[in-house]
């Protein structure tokens, strides 16, 4: 993510993970700066960070603005960067630690997204595109039974899915290029044609797999917080194949359209959740 923004990254301290601060509007972009980010807000190897925003406190008050709206970097809207990990247990983990900080500082944050590489079901997800996420849904949370799995909804418990707000998800796509669809959220990397096709079959609109976006969205809906997931795509889901990885591609991409995302982070209202 860094990549995307030509500006210092000012480190921040916080228990248990690695978060880094930067102005929302970026100096200069970066497009395609492949190998400067890692996976947005891109700021180490895993493939998956969340960047959390916030807006400028003084200006929540401001009758002429709606309550929490992104602010500008003339006041003072910043992007924090953190390094949620592999897995969702990680993820949901580190993203809600920072989460907590912020809510307990007075300064809570406007939107969390979820952002890094991952498997893209074919043809639909080609290696290489960007997928924006209109539903964020753990596709291995439940029982396997002799009928087949069950998902933990089915069985009287938690939650399955997240929808991030239409509005963000359509003009972040207008933004990136992306395409819109369902982002799975798995926690062991599908390395079968059989597998894939299952998990194709449960979820007909999956564009991607990945393994923290589900993670991240339960955290930030302890919260109240919305959340966005963008995933470029670095392999096909099926077969595991490293020969036919393309990581160098995903983080190029993702560096591209991460660096998109200000103008319209900066214009989003954060109470606009309408899906």
């Known amino acids: 993510m860094a990549g995307a923004f030509a500006v210092p990254v000012e480190e921040v301290p916080l228990p ?21 980010a890692h996976p947005p807000p891109l700021s180490a190897s895993p493939p998956l960070s969340a960047s959390l925003e916030r807006g400028d406190p003084h200006e929540r008050g401001d009758p002429h603005r709606p309550a929490g709206r992104l602010a500008t970097a003339e006041t003072a809207g910043t992007l924090d960067l953190l390094v949620a990990g592999v897995g969702p247990a990680h993820a949901a983990a580190s993203t809600a630690t920072a989460l907590t900080a912020a ?7 406007d939107l969390v997204v979820s952002a890094g590489i991952g498997g893209g079901f074919q043809p639909d997800a080609a290696v ?22 069950v998902p933990v909804t089915e069985l009287g418990f938690g939650a399955v899915s997240h929808r991030p707000p239409e509005s963000l998800v359509r003009e972040v796509a207008a933004a990136t290029g992306g395409r819109t669809g369902t982002v799975l959220t798995v926690s062991t990397v599908t390395g079968t044609a059989a597998r894939a096709a299952e998990l ?3 979820h007909p609109r999956a564009l991607a797999e990945a393994m923290e976006g589900f993670g991240v969205a339960e955290a930030a809906a302890a919260h109240g917080v919305p959340v966005l997931e963008l995933r470029a795509v670095s392999n096909p889901v099926g077969p595991r194949d490293r020969a036919a990885w393309r990581i160098g591609d995903a983080l190029a991409a ?5 660096g998109k995302l200000a103008p319209v982070l900066e214009s989003w209202n954060p109470h606009d959740r309408t899906h």
């Open 16 to 36: 248990g993970a690695a978060l880094g601060r930067l102005p929302l509007r970026p100096a200069t972009s970066a497009p395609g700066a492949a190998g400067c």
């Open 254 to 258: 993702l560096t591209e359209g991460f």
């Open 128 to 149: 290489g595109s960007l997928v924006v996420a209109d539903e964020i849904v753990v596709a291995d949370l439940g029982a396997d039974t002799a009928e087949g799995f």
């Open 200 to 202: 194709r079959a449960r």
């Open 103 to 109: 809510a307990l500082a007075g300064d809570p944050y």
